[in-house]
């Protein structure tokens, strides 16, 4: 009984006791650790990835997966940079764009899964490739900038708005000033949304049906169909905020930027699944599995760790939290009978 | 009587608290066929999987040819000489091979069989068994693109090509056409012929008159009936293997409302009789019959899961044709399905919600859930049912299965229904959950129409206002439950009594 007791409070709280204690321990250990402006720093280097990482948590609800959204977020980039810079249009029209291709390829995705009875990982993998190779025919592979030459011969006259950069670089005053990046507000707002939307809505609710028992989620009347499509659309949309805000931040259309999203997100999602023993797919999770690999990275990062160390460190933690959802919660349902 | 191949002695098995088999008794001869019926959770299957090394019994013990039988694994049931064809087909073929190589591949799966696939010699003997079968197929052909009965017949080969003493086949015509039965059964006689003991499990009443020297009746684990003097007594397998002292429960039946439900020429599949059957507001009906005598496909058609093949359903009067399950439910059509575990039960949701799944609309505004309604509907279904639990948001899987059934049971009990569909409420749960579930059915029934669909004839009995009954996707008889002839009634399930008015 006391050990069921202890064990359960370990699945519980244990990776919040954790990253509190690498906190401490980085505080401690690394001067300048501790702070407004490294706090923000942290929260600026996972902004992105986690807003990814929040879209690939809603198509986990449901059962499925989302192999795409970092090539959705590169040909974001590379979409907006192409409407402003190439076809000169203005920061709200290459918005609209990017938001509308995000949710257009999720409902692509959707509808391969659910209508041409795809297997997800297969689908949302021919998609990546699929997106990878798109993005870069319109400029026969080379990066977006102001003064580029077009195939046609003409130079690219357009420039990133600065409407469109305030999204990337702007910071808001809060103590200190120019302390929050948009970015990161962005995440917090994304992270709230999903959050409620996952674990106080009806929708939301269907969606976790779905994940668990599909077969029986149809059957007490939910339109499973129409909920996948949703999930993954949700998912395409995230991935182009996520690949707008890059955009906005680089200032041009880096083609080898954001090679890295797809696994951090993903991560980060899988993370998410012990934080409070949820043992499955949650927003709250996946924000906090985000921000544990971001502030693991910027600790070591400050004692000096080399930097090709770094995706060593992301794979231990997903293995170490993975360890801790499978194993453990299988122990305490186990233990429960 | 001829020399036994298989003698099983005192065997049990208990899954947990549940025990599937209570003491076996039962000898295979050599040269016989053995039909073994039972209905659902009789402990057929349970039975099968301990004769082919899926599980070890707990206690007594099984001979085979005087010898002390006790395989640890499938293979080595199969190298002793006991071959089994398993009712799913897919676990008996393997898709994206061909023929030849799904008829060899206990061969190829032998450890001394060598590295390289030698493709002629395997197609050769492949060639050779199919023959013997009868099976008129280019075994270069790919399984995944035949049909479901040339499957069948594929996975029964593959059995053949064994060489079994003992041929254990659990409903091996459920797909298959009677032109394929019959020559399924042809194999059957030549193998008996050899010597061979089959096991056979059927519930289709023409294959066992077709094939059975004898009859074994199962029921709750136990041997209820052994038939094997000429002619042998179908019924009375039957009635074995239902239950003797089919209780009559007191029913009151109340005077029938208006007619809510009605069914004018309902064709099942393309090739069936028409069905005409009204409900009425206030009654309950019962619909009864063997395993795949229509009885699911009925409910599926009811709950817009397929269309009907023919004829037309009427809702209040007007026409009602669901397409879907959403459709049916927004029509006030409920179903509460079979085999809660994979159509029922989200693991990952509390009781709430659990009870609350379909009517999720109602517990919310703008779409945001009220913890509070949902906790209201909840505890009053746990009231109202007697579900044992901690409280409303205890996890799902915490409870027994009767408790579990009673939450799928409240689910579709939570929301005034027109139309309240339960297909097999009583499966898997006791005594106790099965009284407190057909009671609450009954204490509402007044402000609905209620069909309940049971395999077992005592479970309608005890809950129905009038008994349907279905064979072979016929409706064969119709009963008021005030002195039901129990007799007649078990010989219409049967198929019994057609068949004697055909001959």
């Known amino acids: 009984m006391q050990n069921q007791t202890i064990l359960n409070f370990a699945i519980r709280y244990g990776f919040l006791i954790l990253l509190a204690g690498l906190v401490i321990f980085f505080s401690v250990a690394a001067s300048g650790f501790a702070g407004p402006r490294s706090a923000v720093f942290i929260f600026q280097s996972v902004a992105i990835t986690g807003i990814l990482a929040l879209g690939v948590t809603c198509t986990l609800v449901v059962g499925g997966f989302d192999l795409s959204i970092g090539s959705v977020a590169t040909s974001a980039l590379m979409l907006s940079a192409y409407m402003m810079v190439v076809l000169e249009q203005s920061a709200v029209v290459a918005v609209i764009a990017c938001l509308l291709m995000g949710a257009l390829v999720g409902l692509v995705n959707g509808l391969l899964i659910v209508k041409m009875k795809v297997p997800d990982l297969l689908a949302t993998l021919g998609m990546m490739f699929l997106l990878i190779g798109l993005q870069r025919i319109p400029t026969e592979g080379r990066s977006i900038s102001t003064g580029m030459n077009l195939p046609d011969g003409s130079t690219a006259e357009g420039v990133f708005s600065p409407a469109f950069l305030w999204l990337g670089r702007h910071r808001f005053d809060l103590v200190l000033e120019n302390l929050i990046p948009v970015p990161v507000v962005v995440f917090l707002i994304v992270g709230v949304l999903v959050w409620v939307f996952l674990e106080l809505t009806r929708h939301g609710r269907l969606m976790y049906a779905i994940g668990?028992?599909?077969?029986?989620?149809?059957?007490?009347?939910?339109?499973?169909?129409?909920?996948?499509?949703?999930?993954?659309?949700?998912?395409?949309?995230?991935?182009?905020?996520?690949?707008?805000?890059?955009?906005?931040?680089?200032g041009r259309g880096d083609i080898a930027s954001g090679n890295n999203l797809l696994l951090d997100s993903v991560a980060a999602g899988l993370i998410g699944f012990a934080v409070l023993g949820a043992a499955k797919p949650n927003a709250f999770g996946t924000a906090v599995g985000a921000l544990f690999v971001g502030i693991l990275l910027q600790g070591l990062t400050m004692m000096n760790a080399p930097y090709y160390t770094q995706d060593f460190v992301k794979g231990a933690v997903l293995v170490v939290a993975l360890v801790f959802t499978f194993a453990l919660s299988s122990r305490r349902g186990g233990g429960g009978h | 009587m001829t020399n036994a191949a298989c003698t099983i002695?005192?065997?049990?098995?208990?899954?947990?608290?549940?025990?599937?088999?209570?003491?076996?008794?039962?000898?295979?001869?050599?040269?016989?066929?053995?039909?073994?019926?039972?209905?659902?959770?009789?402990?057929?299957?349970?039975?099968?999987?301990?004769?082919?090394?899926?599980?070890?019994?707990?206690?007594?013990?099984?001979?085979?040819?005087?010898?002390?039988?006790?395989?640890?694994?499938?293979?080595?049931?199969?190298?002793?000489?006991?071959?089994?064809?398993?009712?799913?087909?897919?676990?008996g073929v393997i898709p994206d091979l061909d023929v030849a190589s799904n008829l060899m591949l206990d061969r190829l799966a032998d450890a001394g069989s060598g590295f390289f696939v030698r493709s002629r010699a395997l197609r050769a003997e492949a060639s050779r068994i199919a023959a013997a079968m009868g099976l008129d197929l280019d075994v270069r052909a790919k399984v995944g693109d035949l049909g479901v009965a040339e499957r069948q017949l594929i996975a029964i080969a593959r059995a053949m090509a064994r060489h079994p003493k003992v041929l254990i086949l659990d409903e091996p015509t459920s797909s298959l056409s009677a032109t394929e039965a019959e020559r399924l059964f042809a194999l059957l006689d030549r193998?008996?012929?050899?010597?061979?003991?089959?096991?056979?499990?059927?519930?289709?009443?023409?294959?066992?008159?077709?094939?059975?020297?004898?009859?074994?009746?199962?029921?709750?684990?136990?041997?209820?009936?052994?038939?094997?003097?000429?002619?042998?007594?179908?019924?009375?397998?039957?009635?074995?293997?239902?239950?003797?002292?089919?209780?009559?429960?007191?029913?009151?039946?109340?005077?029938?409302?208006?007619?809510?439900?009605?069914?004018?020429?309902?064709?099942?599949?393309?090739?069936?009789?028409?069905?005409?059957?009204?409900?009425?507001?206030?009654?309950?009906?019962?619909?009864?019959?063997?395993?795949?005598?229509?009885?699911?496909?009925?409910?599926?058609?009811?709950?817009?899961?397929?269309?009907?093949?023919?004829?037309?359903?009427?809702?209040?009067?007007?026409?009602?044709?669901?397409?879907?399950?959403?459709?049916?439910?927004?029509?006030?059509?409920?179903?509460?399905?079979?085999?809660?575990?994979?159509?029922?039960?989200?693991?990952?949701?509390?009781?709430?919600?659990?009870?609350?799944l379909p009517f999720t609309r109602r517990h919310s505004h703008l779409s945001?859930?009220?913890?509070?309604?949902?906790?209201?509907?909840?505890?009053?279904?746990?009231?109202?049912?007697?579900?044992?639990?901690?409280?409303?948001?205890?996890?799902?899987?915490?409870?027994?299965?009767?408790?579990?059934?009673?939450?799928?049971?409240?689910?579709?009990?939570?929301?005034?229904?027109?139309?309240?569909?339960?297909?097999?409420?009583?499966?898997?749960?006791?005594?106790?959950?099965?009284?407190?579930?057909?009671?609450?059915?009954?204490?509402?029934?007044?402000?609905?129409?209620?069909?309940?669909?049971?395999?077992?004839?005592?479970?309608?009995?005890?809950?129905?206002?009038?008994?349907?009954?279905?064979?072979?996707?016929?409706?064969?008889?119709?009963?008021?439950?005030?002195?039901?002839?129990?007799?007649?009634?078990l010989a219409q399930i049967s198929g019994q009594e057609i068949a004697m008015g055909l001959n």
């Open chain 1, 212 to 250: 668990s028992n599909e077969r029986a989620a149809g059957l007490a009347g939910t339109n499973v169909t129409r909920y996948k499509i949703l999930a993954y659309m949700i998912s395409g949309v995230l991935a182009s905020v996520g690949g707008i805000l890059l955009a906005a931040r680089l």
């Open chain 2, 9 to 91: 002695a005192g065997v049990e098995k208990a899954f947990g608290p549940n025990r599937v088999l209570r003491g076996i008794d039962l000898t295979l001869a050599s040269g016989q066929v053995t039909v073994l019926m039972g209905a659902n959770g009789a402990g057929k299957s349970t039975l099968v999987k301990l004769l082919c090394g899926v599980h070890q019994p707990d206690g007594g013990r099984i001979e085979l040819f005087g010898q002390p039988y006790a395989p640890a694994t499938p293979a080595e049931a199969i190298r002793a000489g006991v071959v089994t064809v398993h009712q799913s087909i897919n676990d």
């Open chain 2, 368 to 489: 945001f859930l009220s913890a509070t309604s949902e906790r209201t509907t909840a505890r009053s279904m746990i009231d109202h049912l007697g579900i044992v639990c901690q409280g409303s948001n205890d996890a799902i899987d915490t409870l027994s299965g009767g408790n579990q059934q009673k939450v799928m049971v409240g689910r579709w009990l939570a929301e005034p229904s027109q139309v309240l569909l339960l297909d097999e409420p009583f499966q898997g749960v006791d005594i106790r959950a099965r009284r407190d579930i057909g009671n609450r059915i009954r204490d509402g029934a007044a402000d609905r129409a209620t069909l309940v669909f049971a395999a077992e004839p005592d479970e309608a009995l005890e809950i129905a206002d009038r008994i349907i009954i279905l064979n072979e996707e016929a409706l064969v008889g119709e009963h008021r439950n005030e002195n039901v002839d129990l007799n007649r009634m």
């Open chain 2, 191 to 356: 193998l008996r012929e050899q010597g061979v003991a089959i096991l056979y499990i059927s519930h289709r009443m023409s294959d066992i008159r077709r094939i059975a020297d004898r009859i074994i009746s199962m029921r709750d684990g136990q041997i209820s009936g052994v038939f094997e003097d000429t002619p042998l007594d179908y019924e009375g397998a039957v009635t074995a293997m239902l239950g003797h002292g089919l209780t009559s429960v007191d029913i009151t039946i109340p005077a029938p409302g208006p007619q809510v439900l009605r069914l004018q020429g309902l064709q099942l599949s393309p090739d069936s009789p028409p069905i005409d059957l009204s409900v009425c507001r206030g009654e309950v009906v019962a619909v009864t019959g063997l395993l795949g005598s229509g009885k699911s496909a009925l409910a599926s058609i009811l709950f817009g899961l397929a269309p009907a093949a023919g004829g037309t359903m009427t809702l209040n009067g007007t026409q009602y044709a669901p397409v879907s399950p959403r459709d049916a439910i927004r029509s006030g059509v409920f179903l509460c399905s079979k085999d809660r575990a994979s159509n029922g039960v989200i693991p990952d949701l509390d009781i709430t919600g659990n009870i609350t």
